[in-house]
């Protein structure tokens, strides 16, 4: 072909056509400009479609990560609330429980506390990989960073209801009778380890209704501030990719 065009050229130089041949080098020119153009508009189309495809990998495997991440933190929910009922029932009721329910209900009230296990393999991939630029959908984009922030305060909140059980069980280690606690959870406890302190003493120390009432408190702002904010963060996120998801079948 380039030889064609080249023969082309050479006969109206040979005789001596100027005028024909700057119109043919000239439309020559325009070809090339054109098919230029042509190939840059193919690439560019290539490049959108593989970064379509990218984003549609990485939005599924975010879709899989932010269920999991919903599932856990209402696993979380379910467990805490357990234990916040148990403490608003022990405090309400904490100077009339006998001592066989006074040991029940602190099992449930001091018992094993629950933390988030958030997955988050998948956004921290895109970050650290730069990938993260190929979600095109900025207020997405803008989400999946910002969860950062309420995850931290949500597990801040968690180490501070923590360190006030931790205080509530050495009071009772200290003053009362764990031994009767566990055995009220359902553990086979040999009589050797039975004391003869009662949990009920608790009923007069001060400083054990203090930290109850601490407690108590940092649990709530727990389920109703920072949970709540993570859950609702959660719920975007999950509904913002469900729409991309649904827009790239389109």
Known sequence: ??????????NLLSEGKTGKYLKYAIGEIILVVIGIL??????????????INTQEKYLILLKKETDANREELNRVLTRVDSTFKAQKYLISNFMTLSEIELDSVLQHAIGPQTRINFETSVLSELKITG???NITNDK????????EPYLIAAKEQEDRVIYQCDRAREVIVNNG?????????????H?????EASNLTLQ???????????????????MTR?????EKHLNEINAMISKELNNSKK
């Open 1 to 10: 072909m380039i030889k064609f065009f080249r023969k082309i050229r050479q």
């Open 38 to 51: 042509i190939a840059l508009s193919i690439n560019n189309w290539n490049e959108n479609r593989k970064t």
């Open 131 to 133: 990938q993260l630029k």
């Open 140 to 147: 997405l984009r803008k989400y999946l960073v910002g969860i």
């Open 177 to 189: 009778n764990m031994a009767s606690i566990v055995y009220s959870a359902g553990v086979d406890i």
């Open 191 to 195: 009589k050797s380890f039975n004391q």
């Open 204 to 222: 007069n120390n001060s400083k054990f209704k203090n930290i109850l009432a601490v407690y108590l408190a940092e649990t709530e702002v727990s």
């Open 226 to 230: 920072d949970y709540i904010k993570l």
